[in-house]
């Protein structure tokens, strides 16, 4: 019993502190990853019948983000298990490890940067969820790789259940989910579609518009899901907004579902998370 209360007690309190955790910015940067920049475009021919999320995932960091600090057992960017967007009960792993409507294939371990990496599958349709755990220090190195992808400008593939899918810029739809390291950090990159293909995105970080807006190609990218204020990153919303993605629904009716999930996991009303979780140009 005293062991669930702590859990209980380290939970709220952790969705208390993330609110503030975009209110600090770091006037440095903490993290400055040298990122690659392989084209990838000697990827493998993959399956396009086959429909793909890639959903990237800069773990909670105390030490290398500018954020005010959660309680030090999940703002471990180095310990994915543990990690309050990762392994915490509303982590993404967690989340969707226990959710009816998907399936975990196959657990990869670290490599490099990635200290995780998650497929899963669909029950009933044909997509496939990779999830990519990054290092909470390397929060530059996967808002990159997450813009790259979102371009067609980073292409690569995997082979699950003896098919080829395509992730990164072969992906349908490109998710980024953490803290909002645009408000800490400047990109020198620019990010330009090459391909002349239209590409879905959900960005659930803190002030998510406003900050990685104008690192998009507005003709080229259709953003499903941003945000306008301060929020909880936790994995319910992007859960309950891939349902509707799933089932062909619009971003209007997409933006309900989240909103409808977010209301209820963080307690506030329908009105104000449809304010925060907002959907189009």
Known sequence: ????????????????????????????????????ENNHTDVLPYDSTTRTIHV??????????????VP???????????NLYWGCEYGIK???NRSKDWKLLKKYKAKDAILERLVYKHRSENYYLVADAYDG????????????GLHGQLKDTLQVDNKIIGIAGNAKLNAYIGHDGLMDFQLDQRFKNTDHQKRNAIILACYSKKYFAPHIDKEAVNPILWTSHLMCPEAYS?????????NGESNEQIQER?????????????RAA????????
């Open 1 to 36: 019993m005293e062991i669930k209360k702590v859990f209980n007690y380290i939970w709220v309190l952790s969705s208390t502190l993330v609110f503030l955790a975009c209110g600090q910015r770091s006037a440095a940067d903490s993290a400055q990853p040298s990122t690659s």
């Open 56 to 69: 990237l995932v800069a773990l909670c960091d105390n030490t290398y983000q500018g954020i005010v600090p």
């Open 72 to 82: 030090k057992a999940i703002g471990n960017g180095q310990d994915p298990v543990n």
């Open 94 to 96: 967690t989340y969707f």
């Open 137 to 148: 220090k390397e929060i530059k190195l996967c808002t990159v790789d997450f813009l790259r």
């Open 238 to 246: 992007l859960h309950d907004a891939l349902t509707g993605y799933i």
């Open 258 to 270: 989240a909103a409808k999930a977010y209301s209820k996991y963080q307690k506030c009303s329908l």
């Open 274 to 281: 449809k304010n925060l979780l907002i959907t189009n140009w």
